[in-house]
């Protein structure tokens, strides 16, 4: 299957700081996805973005389909952002490839 | 949020049990999907559907079977736990295989 490798797997932030998540793909994708996981477990999905740029309040993303890469932007950030990142890709027959995610601690 | 469920939300059982897992849905759509949660690993596809009775393997498939005779339910069966099973179980659903929502996890204690 698909390799799905993050960026870094750990990152401790001040309060207020930005930062920049990465994930690279091995192959070419029909559907990429960030998705948040809270402290108590909940996966929420933050954005579907196969390619171009999304924003959504203090978060953006940009997915480079052509050179197999997403970023994920956090700017300001709080500490409620605290959490594991995940980006998914699937490639084709609806088959999902996780990566083992990047793990955010924002200190106060 | 979406409206899934899983139940249970806790099991402990012993090794060679039957176990099943349950997740239901409330928002109608077409694919469901079961993965495991373990350090180190991220999620990894254990079975996906795409209809009802429409079901295929995912990444890691051996040693768990699917059921889906309804649109709102997707039965995960472990037919004889094994302690490699313990882990964190979470269902997803989406419309169109884009954006996938999760349900609240199962944790899965095999002794």
């Known amino acids: 299957g698909i390799q799905v490798e993050q960026s870094p797997p750990d990152l401790i932030l001040q309060e207020g700081a930005n930062s920049t998540l990465r994930c690279n793909f091995s192959?070419?994708?029909?559907?990429l996805q960030w998705f948040h996981q809270n402290p108590w477990g909940q996966l929420i999905n933050l954005f579907y973005i196969p390619s171009g740029t999304k924003q959504n309040g203090r978060l953006s993303a940009t997915t480079v389909a052509t050179e197999r890469y997403s970023l994920l932007y956090i700017s300001s950030s709080q500490t409620t952002d605290s959490g594991v990142y995940f980006c998914?890709?699937?490639?084709?027959?609806?088959?999902?490839?996780f990566g083992t995610g990047t793990s955010l601690t924002v200190i106060p | 949020d979406a409206g899934i469920t899983q139940s249970p939300r806790h099991k402990v059982t012993e090794t060679g049990t039957p176990v099943t897992l349950r997740c239901h849905q409330t928002e109608n759509h077409r694919y469901m999907y079961w993965y495991r949660q373990d350090p180190g690993h991220g999620l990894r596809l254990i079975h996906y559907?795409?209809?009802?009775?429409?079901?295929d393997k995912g990444e890691v498939s051996d040693g768990y079977s699917v059921s889906r005779s309804k649109t709102e339910d997707f039965l995960l069966t472990l037919e004889s736990a094994t302690s490699s099973q313990t882990s964190v179980y979470f269902c997803a659903i989406s419309e169109r295989a884009e954006t996938q929502y999760f349900g609240p996890g199962t944790r899965l204690l095999v002794l």
């Open positions: 998914a890709v699937e490639t084709n027959g609806n088959q999902f490839y």
């Open positions: 559907s795409y209809g009802v009775k429409d079901t």
């Open positions: 192959d070419s994708v029909n559907n």
